[in-house]
T-cell receptor, first 110, second 114 residues
Framework: QQQVKQSPQSLIVQKGGISIINCAYE??????FPWYQQFPGKGPALLIA???DVSEKKEGRFTISFNKSAKQFSLHIMDSQPGDSATYFC?????????WGAGTKLIIKP | KAGVTQTPRYLIKTRGQQVTLSCSPI?????VSWYQQTPGQGLQFLFE???????NKGNFPGRFSGRQFSNSRSEMNVSTLELGDSALYLC?????????????FGPGTRLTVL
């Protein structure tokens, strides 16, 4: 019940395309859903986040879609660029800790 | 503002040894959390320190311990190292206790156990 399931494990998208990464959770006590971006040799960096009272949040080319009834949320990267190539993690927060998805390695082909 | 710093960046130890990792949070941040990142298990929460006290703990054996000093710097110790402890250890700081929505991560310490 503590798990956050993330898919796909890896994703290859052409430059300019839309990258979509999905996450699902079970525990309805989660109250904060961030996405992190991690480049090799670096720690994760917060990209965008949403709370369950909102169905969508957009920041630049990054959008989170949140479906509370389905207990799913997804990250959409519009107009994907080679610089977006990184590992993306979804997470869910409750009781002062983050429960992480397994990560998605995104490669944007020029 | 300087970011979260972790030292050392790389470490090689042998089984049975112990290791101490250090984390300096962003100036003014009082909470430090530690995570273990491995290819197989992903990112897993180890513990959080706030005001020199452990406030929350993940599901790790007692070989993993930590502490926080009055200047908010934190150390993590792993005793009797096992091969499975090889991982990237990440530290994250935030201003308030349990502020998972404003955590900033350091670059990590890569620990290799031989």
């Amino acid at each position: 019940q503590q798990q956050v399931k993330q898919s796909p494990q890896s994703l290859i998208v052409q430059k300019g395309g839309i990258s979509i990464i999905n996450c699902a959770y079970e525990n309805t006590a989660f109250d904060y859903f961030p996405w992190y971006q991690q480049f090799p040799g670096k720690g994760p960096a917060l990209l965008i986040a949403i709370r369950p009272d909102v169905s969508e949040k957009k920041e630049g080319r990054f959008t989170i879609s949140f479906n509370k009834s389905a207990k799913q949320f997804s990250l959409h990267i519009m107009d994907s660029q080679p610089g977006d190539s990184a590992t993306y993690f979804c997470a869910a927060s409750m009781v002062y800790q983050l429960i992480w998805g397994a990560g998605t390695k995104l490669i944007i082909k020029p | 503002k300087a970011g979260v710093t972790q030292t050392p960046r790389y470490l090689i130890k042998t089984r049975g040894q112990q290791v101490t990792l250090s984390c300096s949070p962003i100036s003014g941040h009082r909470s430090v959390s530690w995570y273990q990142q491995t290819p197989g298990q992903g990112l897993q929460f180890l513990f959080e320190y706030f005001s020199e006290t452990q406030r929350n703990k993940g599901n790790f054996p007692g070989r993993f311990s930590g502490r926080q000093f009055s200047n908010s710097r934190s150390e993590m110790n792993v005793s009797t190292l096992e091969l499975g402890d090889s991982a990237l250890y990440l530290c994250a700081s935030s201003f308030e206790r349990g502020s998972t929505d404003t955590q900033y991560f350091g670059p990590g310490t890569r620990l290799t156990v031989l």
